[in-house]
């Protein structure tokens, strides 16, 4: 087990972190302002007028993004049920909304290129890892993406050998439920009060904090301006501020 600190705070008794990925590991922002605004160019093209109100749902103000909204935090599942919302008020029917939302969501997937490439490891994070893992902790990234788009990430920069888990929100329950920490910590064989948890997000903090883990680490690095992180019992804005001690 290794102590770890955080601008005063420390964590002991680690066996283990669980890392997010988009704005904590993966630098995501610039490739989520496309992805929104193609998303609703689509929408908008069989239902003018609603471009304006599915932007501000997703959190975009027009080279702005809320690190703390939909588009940032929600799982895909989310935000094409936020979407349907705003389709569904133009009087289609539900499954109608449903249908035209994961519709324009796929055909922007195809128009995008491959996420992975075009979300790299903020400088210096992949280095940081490394120190990580050869104090002896284990690492699992728990992303609201999909687990495919979490281990082509993995994949494409070359670090399956520092995470034991790459997990995404592809079914139920999503943070902040405590659920998907749980799982985690069940697969790793660990206590949730010996592992860490990592993120970017309120709901990273909250989920912790509900699973009975070690602790929480809110890390603003990803995001201008950052998001503020009211549930973390620590917030960084530079990951050379957490650090790792032999317990």
């Not at 893992?133 to 082509?152: K, P």
């Amino acid at each position: 087990m290794v102590s770890v600190h955080c601008n005063g705070v420390v964590f002991a008794n680690i066996q283990a972190i669980v890392l997010d990925k988009d704005g904590t590991i993966a630098d995501v922002a610039q490739f989520l302002r496309s992805l929104g605004h193609r998303r609703s160019r689509l929408i908008d093209a069989q239902i003018p007028g609603v471009q304006d109100p599915l932007l501000m749902a997703f959190g975009l103000n027009g080279s702005r993004l809320d690190a703390a909204g939909l588009l940032a935090v929600g799982t895909r599942h989310e935000n094409e049920i936020a979407a349907a919302a705003y389709i569904a008020e133009t009087g289609r029917s539900w499954y109608a909304a449903l249908e035209m939302a994961r519709s324009a969501f796929q055909e922007a997937d195809q128009s995008l290129p491959r996420k992975a490439e075009h979300t790299p490891p903020f400088p210096g994070i992949v280095e940081w890892l490394r120190s990580l893992t050869a104090s002896g902790l284990q690492l699992a990234l728990l992303s609201s993406d999909t687990t495919e788009n979490v281990q082509d990430f993995m994949q494409v920069y070359q670090l399956e050998s520092l995470f034991t888990i790459g997990q995404g929100a592809d079914t139920q329950p999503v943070k902040p439920d405590p659920r998907p920490f749980l799982s985690i910590c069940h697969a790793l064989d660990l206590d949730p009060a010996h592992v860490l948890m990592i993120g970017d997000a309120e709901v990273d903090a909250v989920m912790a904090q509900k699973a009975g883990a070690a602790g929480s680490i809110g890390v603003t690095w990803g995001w201008s301006p950052p998001v503020l992180l009211e549930h973390a019992d620590c917030v960084t804005a530079q990951w050379r501020e957490i650090t790792v001690t032999a317990t």
